[in-house]
């Protein structure tokens, strides 16, 4: 049985390949519970994220129409649909990231801290460390925002400071700096979830952690974002075929009924609630493997398992 075999420890040094297997066990001794639970705080938000989608796509194709024809700008109703449905759109994905990465990481943090794994836990025991990990989740995006609004006042200060004909040359130049400074950023919801601190402390561990293992943060990064990519292609897929189906037909002077009508519109809504939800649990992978590059980069950098063994030698 999968509950029989040893406990997913987070604080251990791994190599990337231990990292990579701590992950993807993690992920089949809990799946289920994973699926069902993403499922509940989810598919209400994908049933209206799916509309958006399907909206935005129209209206894409109809800007797209009126660019051929050079009067885009004519149509403001248009426009406004179209960044109306964006605008919507983002929010959407934005709450949804939110939901899901808060309830990865009180999954893994009730792992963690119980000897009975996940045994028995139910959405009711989640739900405090679930709001409490919604709540910070929004504070961090919110510092995260503010963060990019000043690394772009930076780049606009560059941007007056130089002629025109040499800013693109200073961006290549800055490219690799703004690359190795974005990728310890991948610690920070781990940090800020799985430990009891603040936000400017959880981002000054981000650093101090991110740019010590820069390397793993990267590989895990990159390979997990490969399989969450793949998987999130696959649901695009039929979503994808249908929506081009739909274009080529509805645009041809021969078009068919099938292709404009209630029940294909409801299929491709169908497809489109398959294309949302299968992205967000494709993400899943992504954050289960840096919670397990944060356990590492903790044991590496400050021996999080050795203190609380002192700490707690007096109780053996």
Same mark, same amino acid.
Request: net charge neutral; hydrophobic share 55%.
């Given at each position: #049985?999968?509950?029989?075999?040893?406990?997913? %420890?987070?604080?251990?040094? @791994?190599?990337?390949?231990?990292?990579? *297997?701590?992950?993807?066990?993690?992920?089949?001794? *809990?799946?289920?519970? #994973?699926?069902?639970?993403?499922?509940?705080?989810?598919?209400?938000?994908?049933?209206?994220? =799916?509309?958006?989608? *399907?909206?935005?796509?129209?209206?894409?194709?109809?800007?797209?129409? &009126?660019?051929?024809?050079? %009067?885009?700008?004519?149509?403001?109703?248009?426009?406004?649909?179209?960044?109306?449905?964006?605008?919507?759109?983002?929010? !959407?994905?934005?709450?949804?990231?939110?939901?899901?990465?808060?309830?990865?990481?009180?999954?893994?943090?009730?792992?963690?801290? @119980?000897?009975? @794994?996940?045994?028995? $836990?139910?959405?009711?025991?989640?739900?405090?460390? &679930?709001?409490?990990?919604?709540? @910070?989740?929004?504070?961090?995006?919110?510092?995260?925002?503010?963060?990019?609004?000043?690394?772009?006042?930076?780049?606009?200060? /560059?941007?007056?400071?130089?002629?025109?004909? !040499?800013?693109?040359? $200073?961006?290549?130049?800055?490219?690799?700096? #703004?690359?190795?400074?974005?990728?310890?950023?991948?610690?920070?919801?781990?940090?800020?979830?799985?430990?009891?601190?603040?936000?400017?402390?959880?981002?000054?561990?981000?650093?101090?952690?991110?740019?010590?293992?820069?390397?793993?943060?990267?590989?895990?990064?990159?390979?997990?974002?490969? /399989? %969450?990519? /793949?998987?999130?292609?696959?649901?695009?897929?039929?979503?994808?075929?249908?929506?081009? $189906?739909?274009?080529?037909?509805?645009?041809?002077?021969?078009?068919?009924? =099938?292709? $404009?009508?209630?029940?294909?519109?409801? &299929?491709?809504? &169908?497809?489109?609630?398959?294309?949302?939800?299968?992205?967000?649990?494709? #993400?899943?992978?992504?954050?289960?493997?840096? %919670?397990?590059?944060?356990?590492?980069?903790?044991?590496?950098?400050?021996? /999080?398992?050795?203190?609380?063994?002192?700490?707690?030698?007096?109780? !053996?």
């Amino acid at each position: #049985m999968e509950t029989e075999k040893p406990k997913i %420890a987070l604080y251990v040094k @791994r190599s990337f390949g231990e990292k990579f *297997n701590a992950s993807f066990d993690f992920i089949k001794e *809990n799946w289920k519970l #994973m699926l069902k639970y993403a499922t509940y705080l989810l598919l209400p938000l994908c049933l209206v994220q =799916a509309l958006s989608l *399907n909206g935005l796509m129209t209206y894409t194709i109809g800007m797209s129409g &009126l660019m051929e024809s050079g %009067a885009m700008y004519s149509d403001s109703t248009l426009l406004m649909s179209f960044f109306s449905y964006y605008g919507l759109y983002m929010l !959407l994905l934005i709450i949804g990231i939110v939901l899901l990465t808060a309830l990865v990481y009180a999954m893994i943090r009730t792992y963690n801290e @119980r000897e009975e @794994r996940l045994q028995g $836990v139910t959405l009711g025991m989640l739900r405090p460390m &679930l709001l409490h990990n919604v709540k @910070r989740m929004f504070i961090l995006v919110f510092f995260g925002l503010l963060l990019t609004m000043f690394a772009s006042l930076v780049i606009g200060v /560059i941007a007056a400071l130089f002629p025109v004909t !040499l800013f693109p040359i $200073v961006i290549i130049l800055l490219t690799p700096f #703004m690359i190795a400074v974005a990728v310890p950023f991948s610690l920070w919801a781990p940090i800020y979830l799985l430990e009891d601190i603040s936000i400017v402390e959880s981002l000054k561990k981000t650093f101090r952690l991110g740019f010590t293992t820069w390397g793993g943060i990267f590989m895990i990064s990159l390979v997990m974002g490969i /399989i %969450a990519g /793949i998987l999130q292609g696959v649901a695009l897929i039929p979503w994808y075929i249908g929506t081009v $189906v739909k274009y080529i037909f509805a645009t041809s002077s021969g078009g068919t009924e =099938a292709t $404009v009508s209630v029940g294909y519109s409801f &299929l491709l809504y &169908l497809l489109a609630v398959v294309q949302v939800f299968g992205a967000y649990l494709a #993400m899943i992978f992504s954050f289960v493997g840096l %919670a397990y590059q944060y356990g590492h980069a903790s044991e590496k950098v400050d021996s /999080i398992m050795v203190e609380s063994d002192i700490d707690n030698f007096d109780k !053996l």
